[in-house]
């Protein structure tokens, strides 16, 4: 099939080398055109597929790149996947502010109104981007040319494993305003994988993309409560208790995110909970869960320096991505925990050797009171000074005699 793609960022490039690896003819566009090349991108994509690494993906890709008027000329299906950031003070890495924004659809509108002003004969356009529900009809479509054919197909992927979640999704979402476009959408899926196709309305699918990733946040605030409790109460074991409740999967559903931690993080999760908190408060919603499963991440994550500020020692962070085998730390709960302890006056430390890409002997500095932000495998062994503390909110590491190792949540 010819594809277009606009917005060739984080989700876009790989998406589209994907859609290009399964023998489509795609051809790409970004307003950045630093994003039109096949150079290496400044984050990790843990890229398996199962099958290909990303590597051989690129080696051979066709992805193609051109104007958006080529493009838009060459698609039968035109994918749209432009940001809708958040103000950063709502990425959860720091306090959450007491006021609530919704996310910025600046960069959408543009695009929607560049791609109408080049589009000459009748387009099937697919909006790919995370917006809550209502936009497309009320803030979108308004400035869209009648000649777009609109579909809404929010992505549940997350960052860091794109395109293995493109290629093997748990099903595809559509919410569906032109019933051609959605019918064309369908038939591009069947070539991709053979995951159920759901189609809605556009405010259902835009409300299912959000809730998606809020209960995500919120299984892993209900894990870390678990966690917590554990850590007080003697004789009770977080993983114990995980594991039992792991196996109720006909009553509790799934088991994935069922550990005890670090908080939620990433682009997607924090933001959307409180982009929800936002419209809890606009639509007068009777109790604003999400702002709740917000303040307890942050409790939660207050509580863990709690922990380390028990110990007289410098403050230590190893790891700081938001979640194992990545270098993004976009939303990190442990650049949350260090702006904490920087507020209580701390000096902190930060390691993170996939971050930073190079690797550091932590065994020759001063002792310190380590936190393990990241479950990066690597630290399941850590050389550390002598006297120093290790608290693991993962319980998987191991240290060197002459470390004290604190196992959050774990039988004492
Ligand atoms: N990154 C993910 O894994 C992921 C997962 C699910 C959903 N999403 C959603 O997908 C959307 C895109 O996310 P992202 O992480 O790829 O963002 P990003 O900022 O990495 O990429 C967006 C790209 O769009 C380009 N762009 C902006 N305006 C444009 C225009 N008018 N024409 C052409 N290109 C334009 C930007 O230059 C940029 O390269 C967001 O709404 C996000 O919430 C992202």
Redesign the pocket.
Known sequence: MKIGF?????????CALAMAAKAHDVLG????PG?MNHAPRPYNEACEDGVTPMSTMLKSSTLRFGS?AAVVEHSELLF??????HDPRYEGVTRLPAERVD?DYS??V??IK??SAVTKAPKKVII????LPGTIRNHVLPHASELLRICYN???????T?IR?FLHPEFILLGVHDPDTARAARAFYATICDAPVYCTGIENAELI?VAYNTYIGMKIVFANTLMEICHKMPNTDVDAVTSGLKLATRRLISTAYMEGGMGDG???HP?DNIALSWLARQIGLSYDWFDSVMVARERQTEWLADLMCSYDLPKGLIGYAFKAGTNICVGSPALLLAHILEQRGHRVFRYDPVVEQAEQDLSQMPPHVFLVGTNHPQFARLNLPNGSVVIDPWRFVSANQGVHLVRVGAAA
């Open positions: 606009v917005g060739l960022g984080k989700l876009g490039y790989p566009y970004d307003v950045n994003n958006l749209v996947a432009v940001q809708t950031p996310f960069f959408l543009d695009a560049q791609i790919i981007s995370t917006v929010p992505y549940f992927i997350a960052m860091g794109t979640d993309k990433g682009g997607c933001r």
